[in-house]
């Protein structure tokens, strides 16, 4: 079993040297080592559920200021954390129901308890409270609880007893960490699946000859095309070219590989062409709590002229970018800045250094910023894994998926 700690240096080193591209990538393999991190984890006795979400915490504090401008390793650190407390608070139901269960029996002329498994209040509660994360058949099962036992005396009944808490103790902290590594399993898969998911509904949303425009390069945004495609739609694609790194050019020759009509134009003639759309079709590196996108950047240009012509603007987004913040909290990074050198040749920028005033001080500044905000207001529907919505139902999905709690991960320091 690897070093845990060299796993989790591994993966920081690979959020500050940008080694991993995309939100999909980055969200994985973040859940996949907090899983190992959890699985490898000693608790104590007391508190469990305290010790491991401040572990968590402290490891999901490191991940998030490695790569603050990638949202999706925050969201999955409060996804987990959300489920550490889901599970604490499940277990210590079932227990609470269990004596309930126990003293009723007592009360009955004890008569046997009847050992039929009785789902505890907790499990139906978690199944009614999210119908958007049903628990698992295997979930549902563990929450049964055991038989309870008349208690009866014996003549060794303090070392019975003392035995039997700390069996009971291993045997909670064993059940605690197995239910938190399977609903983490849990949310690896969804993450996992997400594109598919979300591909099944394009036959809802795209019709027979049709003009859908996208800008950016997003892998969910070509596997929700295709599945049209796939289903016999017959529509036409309008591939804005992404400057300064053209990645609309990947994409459409992506799409017309597999098919489709496809037609690039220049990001500046978006305004022009927008009215010969039907659909806006695009990804977003991040939604924010309050419905607002984080995007690739001109995206902001096509939701104003979209909005200016009637065209619906449409968003796909995986559940692991459903952040819990909002754009304007001081944890939210919202952009970056680029190189320099997507815009100009380093040797056209030396050019431009006035030398004759032996400072050396550039008399041209290349600003090359990495997303644009589109506010909420300017989008017509997100389409996600559990389907679509609008713009105002954002808080409730992002707030079954997170605690209150978990909002802030820094650690305040002491003054």
Known sequence: MPDIH??????????KKRKIEGSKATAKVTAEVLRSFISQLRLPHTNQAGALIDAVKSVGEQLIAANPVELAVGNVVRR????????DLSLASAAIGGLNLSAGSDDEDNVEYDERPVLS????AAAA????RPPSLQTLLEDVPHTVA??????SGGDSEGKSKSA???????????NVIEAVNELIQDIATCHEQIAEQAVEHIHQ????????????????????????????VFVAEGGPRYQGHTLAKELVTRGLQTTVITDSAVFAMISRVNMVIVGAHAVMANGGVIAPVGLNMVALAAQRHAVPFVVLAGIHKLCPLYPHNPEVLLNELRSPSELLDFGEFSDCLDFGSGSGSPILHVVNPAFDYVPPNLVSLFITDTG????????????????????????????
């Not at 209040?121 to 139906?124: E, F, H, T, Y």
């Not at 409270?129 to 958007?132: A, D, G, K, M, V």
Request: aromatic share 8%; glycine share 2%; proline share 2%.
């Open 80 to 87: 987990v954390l959300h489920i550490i407390r889901e599970e």
């Open 209 to 236: 000859n049709e003009v859908i425009l996208t800008l950016g390069s997003s892998r969910t945004v070509v596997e929700f095309l295709c599945a049209a495609k796939e289903k016999k739609r017959s529509f036409r």
């Open 168 to 178: 009971d103790k291993n045997s909670s902290t064993r059940k605690l960490k197995h």
């Open 121 to 124: 209040a907790a499990a139906v």
């Open 150 to 155: 008349v208690p009866r005396a014996s003549s």
């Open 129 to 132: 409270r999210s119908t958007l």
């Open 388 to 415: 679509g919505h609008n713009p105002s139902y954002m808080y409730r999905l992002i707030a079954d998926y997170y605690s209150a709690d978990d909002l802030v991960l820094q650690r305040r320091s002491a003054s």
């Open 6 to 15: 060299a796993l989790v240096n591994d993966f920081l080193v690979k959020l």
